[in-house]
Every structure is written in structure tokens, then in C-alpha cells.
Antibody, heavy 120, light 105 residues
Framework: EVQLLESGGKWIQRGGSLRLSCVSSGSSFSDYPMTWVRQAAGKGLEWVSS????????YYADSVKGRFSVSRDNSKNTLYLQMNNLRADDTAVYYCAKEGSSGWMELDSWGRGTLVTVSS | SYELTQPHSVSVALGQTATMTCGGD??????VHWYQQRPGQAPVLVIY???DRPSGIPERFSGSKSGRTASLTISRVQAGDEADYYC????????FGGGTKLTVL
């Protein structure tokens, strides 16, 4: 079973930048797409970004397009989310998740999340 | 843009059957996945591709789809099933419903 561990979340001022990391303990990390999902306190799940297994195809929610960038280093089994020009409404717990094997973008393994707090 | 609609809350008596719905246009053409999120925890996949169960998920959990609605059904509800449940599809990105809070009475 794949274990995912996020890190990098912290308190940061509006307009600042932050990079989140997600390390996978599983083998064959490059075989599956990865996704970032966030959840503001008391709110529902919101998709942020996804990246293909090889890292060449990336997808973003409109709310973060142009400000966030997803990447991965398959040699290090690590997923990244570079967040620039942070806004107060980016405050949330950020989860990384792995796509399952059906090919229909179900997320079958999740990390425990890392909290990003953007001060206004 | 595409939207998934879930009721805000559902209540069910202990040991009974709970059904949660997820509505969306043309949902019949999409594969629907369901997640359980207990308070303070990360989401867990409980149903994928409309009705398939990941390993380790009890048979009490089942999924179906009819018309414009997908459904998650939990039989013989237990206290530990009390959680938020989210449906999800792929539509030019990962899309979640707003979530349903299941309360076990």
C-alpha cells in the first residue's frame, strides 16, 4: 500500500510563495498520476491540480491557474506544488492523492495533509 | 461548468440503510467515485467507477447509478459510518460534489 506524506505548509503573508512536497513510499511512483486537493476549514473538498505520471501533462483549477505550478521528481518519489501570489482564500489543508488503476481518476491513496494559512 | 449536487445532510438510525445521492447532467456518461471523510481525517475511497469497492471496504458499501443520479448506499449502518461523503467525477479536471454529512441516530 502506498503511503503519502505532505510537508511544507505554514503560516505565510498574502502575496507570498510556498512550495509543498509530497513523498510517496510506494514503488513505481512514475506509473500513476498525482493530484493535489485542498479543504478550507469546515468546507468541502476542492481540486487544485493534477499531473501525469511522467510529469508532462498538468491540469489546474481555474482558481489557481497562473499562480500555482505542479511538478514531480520521479527519481525522488516526490510531488510538488509551487504556490505563488498567495491569497487569503488559499488557506486550507492541502492533500496529495494518488490516482487508482481504473484510469478514471479515482484517488485511492491520500496523505494526511499539510496546513497552509495565508494571513490577510 | 459541470456541477455535482449532493444533499447537505442525511440521517439514519443505527442498523438501518442510508442512501446518499449525487446529481449531475449526463452523469450517466461519467464514472462516479465516492469518498468517506471522518472528522479530522483524510478522505478514503469507498466506491470507484460507480459500483466497484476497493479492497478493505466492507460489502455494506455499494454504489449505483440511474438517470441523472448516482447513489451510495450503506447497509446495516454503524456508528463509525458517521462522516462526510463526497462524490467525484472527472470533467476536464477532478470535480467533487459539495458533500453529504451522514448522521447516525
Amino acid at each position: 500500500e502506498v503511503q503519502l506524506l505532505e510537508s511544507g505548509g505554514k503560516w505565510i503573508q498574502r502575496g507570498g510563495s510556498l512550495r509543498l512536497s509530497c513523498v510517496s513510499s510506494g514503488s513505481s511512483f512514475s506509473d500513476y498520476p498525482m493530484t493535489w486537493v485542498r479543504q478550507a476549514a469546515g468546507k468541502g473538498l476542492e481540486w487544485v491540480s493534477s499531473v501525469s505520471g511522467g510529469g508532462t501533462a498538468t491540469y489546474y483549477a481555474d482558481s489557481v491557474k497562473g499562480r500555482f505550478s505542479v511538478s514531480r521528481d520521479n527519481s525522488k518519489n516526490t510531488l510538488y506544488l509551487q504556490m505563488n501570489n498567495l491569497r487569503a482564500d488559499d488557506t486550507a489543508v492541502y492533500y496529495c492523492a494518488k490516482e487508482g488503476s481504473s484510469g478514471w481518476m479515482e484517488l485511492d491513496s491520500w496523505g494526511r495533509g499539510t496546513l497552509v494559512t495565508v494571513s490577510s | 461548468s459541470y456541477e455535482l449536487t449532493q444533499p447537505h445532510s442525511v440521517s439514519v438510525a443505527l442498523g438501518q440503510t442510508a442512501t446518499m445521492t449525487c446529481g449531475g447532467d449526463n452523469i450517466g456518461t461519467k464514472n462516479v467515485h465516492w469518498y468517506q471523510q471522518r472528522p479530522g481525517q483524510a478522505p478514503v475511497l469507498v466506491i470507484y467507477k460507480n459500483s466497484d469497492r476497493p479492497s478493505g471496504i466492507p460489502e455494506r458499501f455499494s454504489g449505483s447509478k440511474s438517470g441523472r443520479t448516482a447513489s451510495l448506499t450503506i447497509s446495516r449502518v454503524q456508528a463509525g459510518d458517521e462522516a462526510d461523503y463526497y462524490c467525484q467525477v472527472w470533467d476536464s479536471g477532478v470535480l467533487f460534489g459539495g458533500g453529504t454529512k451522514l448522521t447516525v441516530l
